[in-house]
């Protein structure tokens, strides 16, 4: 591939048989060859993120000068998809300034939005608030080091602190209304981070754990020496929610909850989405358990 010079990404050029290959093929088409190609060729994935980034650099160049005091879901999608690069491309800091950003135009959206738009809307706001845990995963990952883990410089402290700060005001915003807050493991994740307590959340009105009593004893059981114990259920946290990386609080705890009136009440704790251990300290385990 030849590259101009004198432009960035956008001015790069390839055969233009090659070319007509990357405009005419469907995008899931395009996504299954680059996938091929970087999984082929893993030495050319650093190359990959490289020029996502010198792009991305440039979409928010171009995305800086538009009118954001009209955000429409739309809009909102198209920030996300560029903070979901940034976070993929190992610069999960910039994501998440313009993340402070993006959750607070939602939560304004949800305030003015019409009845039949929250459906679509509420779908959004939970996928971005799994993007929150996922930007939180991407930050850690960064701490590492040949010998453990750094600390947080006092500037990523600022960014972070800066997002929890949006979040703490989108739930200031929305307390007085109907509207479910709908970055509750978002909140918790970035509180974490920052080892800050994060505000309270009540969560326990939307968990069935407190109009259902549990069962007396496990669905399952075996038996290890001379006590009876239940038996690990591994997939529970799978079945707990379909989308668990893209489900609101409320309805990971409700769906959990069910399968707990089940009698699966032993579970392995596989963190598939980064807080899952955050959202089962949650759980509002108000019943005690039976045990042999």
């Known amino acids: 591939m030849a590259v101009s010079r004198n432009g960035g990404a956008n001015a790069a050029h390839v055969n233009m048989m090659t070319d007509t290959i990357i405009g005419n093929l469907p995008a899931d088409g395009l996504r299954v ?127 972070i602190h800066h997002l929890l700060e949006s979040l703490i005001h989108c739930e200031n915003i929305l307390q007085n209304t109907d509207i479910e807050f709908p970055y509750a493991r978002g909140l918790i994740t970035t509180s974490s981070i920052l080892g800050i307590a994060p505000p309270a959340l009540s969560v326990s009105r939307h968990s069935l754990l407190n109009r259902t009593p549990l069962p007396p004893q496990a669905r399952e059981t075996f038996q290890l020496g001379d006590r009876i114990l239940p038996r690990i259920f591994s997939g529970l946290w799978q079945m707990s929610s379909p989308a668990w990386g893209a489900a609101p609080i409320s309805k990971i705890v409700e769906q959990f909850s069910t399968h707990v009136q089940s009698g699966f009440t032993a579970f392995d704790m596989a963190d598939h989405y980064g807080d899952a251990e955050i959202i089962y300290l949650l759980m509002p385990f108000t019943h005690k358990l039976t045990t042999s």
């Open 33 to 159: 060859v680059i996938r091929s190609l970087l999984a082929s060729h893993p030495e050319i994935t650093s190359t990959f993120e490289h020029e996502t980034r010198k792009y991305l650099g440039q979409s928010i160049a171009k995305s800086s000068k538009a009118d954001h005091d009209k955000f429409d879901i739309k809009r909102l999608r198209h920030t996300q998809q560029i903070i979901r690069c940034m976070l993929g491309s190992g610069v999960p800091f910039e994501g998440i300034t313009l993340l402070g950003k993006l959750v607070i135009r939602g939560a304004q959206l949800a305030l003015v939005s019409r009845e039949n738009d929250k459906g679509e809307l509420g779908v959004f706001l939970a996928s971005l608030d799994g993007d929150i845990v996922q930007a939180m995963t991407a930050v850690k990952k960064t701490l590492f080091v040949d010998v453990g883990a750094r600390e947080l410089s006092t500037e990523e402290q600022a960014l």
